[in-house]
């Protein structure tokens, strides 16, 4: 299969995002001023199904209601979160939200909106995407990871549907998406968004100096020694997205996306979006500028019910509050330019979702 050098294409972005994973192993994310957590108890468990892209294994983690009152943030190896593993779930059938990371992130990364909403009445399922984690980010940029994200989510759904102990807690026809960065490109396919790779090409013609286009010239070189221009090697990734399967799902009925990349959507790429998609972004994104991503996109998406950008805001909004340790370590990922609260957008954030996912799933009961 034809790949593309994305160590050098993306080193800045995937340099900083690597720091923060890193930075996030190394802390605990309990601070002061953090946004509030459930109004129910939560519950956690991990999962573990096969990854559909290169056969190994996939691990992540559900959050769902659970039948005890909502207490001090536990211990998840340096995380704290809102919840209590393995706790007994309380029974009824109930929406699903698949939760997709962005590039070099993790199935905790967005633990506070995971047990938020779950203490509202939903189950939450993340995962660590293969290729594109903390860990091993090695597919960035490879159609493994553009056309199998969102296989990769939708074989989250399929283990959890066939699980005995969480299929009679989740309700199929009730299933939704949210996804940060690359997890937001994730959940905009999934409600049926397409990739135009070649749009790369086009974007470094207009923003050479660009982090995504630092190693244009790697690009190039690449395509060379197989003989074509950069469009054709362009083309030739964007030939294999759907060697993995469909990257829609039609079980998915709504997308929260934030920060979404988007570079490789145009009109015709989100036309066959069919499905409510509500759009977040910071007005001050300094990874995925605003006007090639999210607010170029905004009035092509038919079926936008919400959009709320975020004034002066950076693309390390949407992660969740640094600890002090963080902030320390990561600064420039931690530090929000004046008049940012990022623990203020988090409740701001996590109540949209629940709105919008009330509304798109058919509502959860109030807890």
Known sequence: MMTHPVEKTRMHIAVRLFLIALAWLACTTAIAGQPPGPAGGVGYTTFETRDPVRGGPMTGYLFYPAAIKPGKPMRVGVYDIDAVADARPLP????????????????????????YLAGHGFVVATVTHPGDNFRDASLDGHAEVWGGRPVQISAAIDALLRDPRWSPLIDPGRIGVAGFSNGGYTALTLVGAKARVPRFAEYCARYARDAMCAGAEAYRAEAARHGQTLEQF??????????????????????????????????????????????????????????????????????????????????????????????????????????????????????????????????????
């Open 92 to 115: 009824g059938a109930k929406p699903l939200v698949l939760i997709s990371h962005g590039h070099g992130g993790s199935g905790l990364g967005h633990a506070d909106l995971a047990t």
């Open 234 to 367: 362009l083309q030739g990734i964007q030939d294999h997205l759907g060697d993995w399967g469909r990257t829609s799902d039609p079980r998915v009925k709504s997308a929260f996306a934030m920060a979404p990349m988007s570079v490789m959507f145009d009109a015709d790429s989100l036309s066959g979006i069919d499905r409510p998609v509500f759009l977040y972004y910071g007005e001050a994104d300094s990874v995925l500028r605003p006007s090639e991503n999210a607010a170029r996109i905004r009035p092509l998406l038919k079926t936008l019910v919400g959009v709320r950008s975020i004034p002066k805001a950076d693309h390390w909004v949407f992660i969740p509050p640094c600890t002090r340790e963080l902030a320390a370590d990561v600064p420039d990922i931690c530090r929000d330019p004046p008049g940012v609260d990022r623990a203020a957008e988090h409740v701001r954030i996590n109540a949209d979702a629940l709105a919008f996912f009330r509304k798109t799933l058919g509502g959860t009961a109030a807890r």
